[in-house]
């Protein structure tokens, strides 16, 4: 079965520490994975994905097949980086969903 | 642009009624997708679409329905309303599968008392 986990619901920070935000997958083909994010009052948005290898508002995210994860890093958090963030995978040839994790709440404390 | 539109935002449903949840886009997208958002549960898959005439289900499709007639539309119907569909709930659209980005609607918050 297609499966995304984030173990942490809540993750708590102050200003300028390291996060990181944890993704584990369960897919059979090979997977796309994204992590979206919803900021306060705003839609979800795409933040980044595994096949550009890019780094956005500081944040990256490495797939790891071995381990099938694909965790969110930031070296150093920021106060506007509190929000909600979701980890998603898709597929290709034929595989049409696109499934969600649980989230994981980011809070950046001054 | 306007992009993903939903409406309404906000609505109250006595349980056994029901509705229709409206969601159309303007970006030409063939994938269509309609979700719930719970707390500590995440984003739920309902049901998507892949093209006009084209529907499936998601991971919890009990008690709602889509059709998808157009390329823009796609409605969810929610018959004999419960309080156990109380959510948010967001449609999104993508041009494609694979590593396509998805566009979110602003959501629609539903209470069923």
């Known amino acids: 079965a297609q499966r995304v986990t984030q173990p942490e619901k809540l993750l708590s920070v102050f200003k300028g520490a390291p996060v990181e935000l944890k993704c584990n997958y369960s897919y059979s083909g090979s997977p796309e994975l994204f992590w979206y994010v919803q900021y306060s009052r705003q839609r979800l948005q795409l933040l980044l994905r595994h096949i550009s290898r890019e780094s956005i508002k500081g944040f990256t995210a490495d797939l790891n097949k071995g381990e099938t994860s694909f965790h969110l890093k930031k070296p150093f958090a920021q106060e506007e980086d509190s929000a909600m963030y979701y980890c998603a995978l898709s597929g290709s040839g034929g595989y049409n969903k696109l499934i969600f994790g649980a989230g994981t709440r980011l809070a950046v404390h001054p | 642009n306007a992009g993903v539109t939903q409406t309404p935002k906000f609505r109250i449903l006595k349980i056994g009624q029901s509705m229709t949840l409206q969601c159309t886009q303007d970006m030409n997208h063939n994938y269509m997708y309609w979700y719930r958002q719970d707390p500590g549960m995440g984003l739920k898959l309902i049901y998507y679409s892949v093209g006009a005439g084209i529907t499936d289900k998601g991971e919890v499709p009990n008690g709602y329905n889509v059709s998808r007639s157009t390329t823009e539309d796609f409605p969810l119907r929610l018959e004999l309303a419960a309080p156990s569909q109380t959510s948010v709930y967001f449609c999104?659209?993508?041009?494609?599968?694979?590593?396509?980005?998805?566009?979110f609607g602003q959501g629609t918050r539903l209470t069923v008392v």
């Open positions: 999104a659209s993508r041009g494609g599968q694979g590593d396509t980005e998805a566009f």
